[in-house]
């Protein structure tokens, strides 16, 4: 069975700095996607990066970037100039290929400081 | 105008009481789904439908009944409350099955007493 784990249940940043959280998951598979998805305190869930695994590059979407390592299962999202909007719980998901069931990890709750 | 929506947003409830909880969306997807937030954060897929046919039926109990009168909306009927029921319950809509991206709604929080 497919499995994500985020390690770091909380992080902290001072704004205008460089965060990266964590994810790692455990899949037999080949094809699939990999997601974050930012939960801010208003609950909704919104899509911040996704990550299709036949693509050797890394998604990029603004000031968020991912840094995929598929032979290590690793997933790992770079925020930079962290802003005060950007604290959330951040969640990893995971996707097999022309399935539809997403898998979480268990989050990261990401505070910015002034 | 809100692409995903629930009703009510937070539902207050005692052990014992049936309660719905409703969804709609206005993006002409083809595929609905329900998710269950725990008390830890953890979210996971409880079912989904497309066209209101049954897709996904995670192991839910049988209490959770989703019903589709339309492909526009997916309601949660949840009987006989329990404590565990406790949650954020949030709906999700994708443009058909298979592997599309998911738009989430603002989530219901269901408190059992």
């Known amino acids: 069975a497919q499995t994500v784990t985020q390690s770091q249940p909380e992080m902290s940043v001072q704004e205008a700095e460089t965060v990266t959280l964590s994810c790692t998951y455990d899949?037999?598979?080949?094809?699939?996607?990999l997601f974050w998805y930012k939960q801010p305190p208003s609950r909704q869930m919104i899509l911040v990066i996704r990550?299709?695994?036949?693509?050797?590059q890394n998604a990029t979407e603004n000031r968020f970037s991912v840094n995929f390592q598929k032979a290590a299962k690793s997933f790992s999202l770079k925020i930079s100039d962290s802003q005060l909007g950007d604290a959330a719980m951040y969640f990893c998901a995971y996707r097999r290929h022309n399935t539809d069931k997403l898998i979480f990890g268990t989050g990261t709750r990401l505070q910015v400081f002034p | 105008d809100t692409a995903v929506s629930q009703t009510p947003k937070y539902l207050v409830t005692q052990m014992g009481n049936d309660k719905s909880i409703k969804c709609e969306q206005n993006?002409?997807?083809?595929?609905m789904y329900w998710y269950k937030q725990d008390s830890k954060k953890f979210l996971k897929i409880m079912f989904s439908y497309n066209n209101k046919e049954l897709i996904i039926n995670e192991t839910v109990p049988n209490r959770f009944s989703p019903k589709s009168p339309d492909k526009a909306h997916l309601n949660l009927h949840i009987n006989s409350l329990e404590l565990g029921d406790s949650a954020v319950y949030f709906c999700?809509?994708?443009?058909?099955?298979?592997?599309?991206?998911?738009?989430f709604g603002p989530g219901t929080r269901l408190t059992v007493t």
């Open positions: 990550q299709e695994a036949y693509k050797q």
């Open positions: 999700a809509s994708s443009l058909r099955t298979g592997g599309y991206e998911q738009y």
């Open positions: 993006l002409g997807h083809d595929t």
């Open positions: 899949t037999s598979e080949s094809d699939y996607y």
